[in-house]
T-cell receptor
Framework: GENVEQHPSTLSVQEGDSAVIKCTYS??????FPWYKQELGKGPQLIIDIRSNVGEKKDQRIAVTLNKTAKHFSLHITETQPEDSAVYFC??????????FGKGTRLHILP | ETGVTQTPRHLVMGMTNKKSLKCEQH?????MYWYKQSAKKPLELMFV???????ENNSVPSRFSPECPNSSHLFLHLHTLQPEDSALYLC??????????????FGPGTRLTVL
């Protein structure tokens, strides 16, 4: 079955700098890759997603890139702000199979 | 406000107790999910209900018993739990099972501690 690895587990960046979180997946047939943000005391919330027929997607300060050949995808957050501090989860899915999550990255934005 | 509520938010129980977790969604969705979230582990899918029918049981021990009386409500009945069952239990809903894009809306979770 699908396996999703996520790195790093913890990331600290200075406010205003960029943050990058990387994930790899094992099943080359996976074709949908969502990213979730989980703030303290809340459940995860979808922030951006990408399908396998697209190499990059952007939404304001957040972007996701996908390299199907290497089977990895990344989340990029530019001009980080204090409210970006949270745990971020990547996930992968094949067709209408269940979604498989990474272990999460705790992002700290330093003042 | 995500439209998915969970009660209680915190629960402490002994191994011999019986308790229930409740989830309610106000989004008109037809699929509901239970997940277990433990520290430093990926979110673990437990159960899926689609139009009130259970469609997935991800090899969950029988001490966890789900119930979905209608598309808006989901329960997780707990009995004779073990300390390793302590975790955050998340409920989610979506328009239908495994909808694409993945429009699962998560509740805030119930933090369960088993003594």
């Amino acid at each position: 079955g699908e396996n999703v690895e996520q790195h790093p587990s913890t990331l600290s960046v200075q406010e205003g700098d960029s943050a990058v979180i990387k994930c790899t997946y094992s099943d080359s047939a996976s074709n949908y890759f969502p990213w979730y943000k989980q703030e303290l005391g809340k459940g995860p919330q979808l922030i951006i997603d990408i399908r396998s027929n697209v190499g990059e997607k952007k939404d304001q300060r957040i972007a996701v890139t996908l390299n199907k050949t290497a089977k990895h995808f990344s989340l990029h957050i530019t001009e980080t702000q204090p409210e970006d501090s949270a745990v971020y989860f990547c996930a992968a899915r094949k067709g209408d199979d269940k979604i498989i999550f990474g272990k999460g990255t705790r992002l700290h934005i330093l003042p | 406000e995500t439209g998915v509520t969970q009660t209680p938010r915190h629960l402490v129980m002994g191994m011999t107790n019986k308790k229930s977790l409740k989830c309610e969604q106000h989004l008109g969705h037809n699929a509901m999910y239970w997940y277990k979230q433990s520290a430093k582990k990926p979110l673990e899918l437990m159960f899926v209900y689609n139009f009130k029918e259970q469609t997935e049981n991800n090899s969950v021990p029988s001490r966890f018993s789900p119930e979905c009386p209608n598309s808006s409500h989901l329960f997780l009945h707990l009995h004779t739990l073990q300390p390793e069952d302590s975790a955050l239990y998340l409920c989610a809903s979506s328009p239908y099972e495994w909808a694409v894009p993945d429009t699962q809306y998560f509740g805030p979770g119930t933090r369960l501690t088993v003594l």
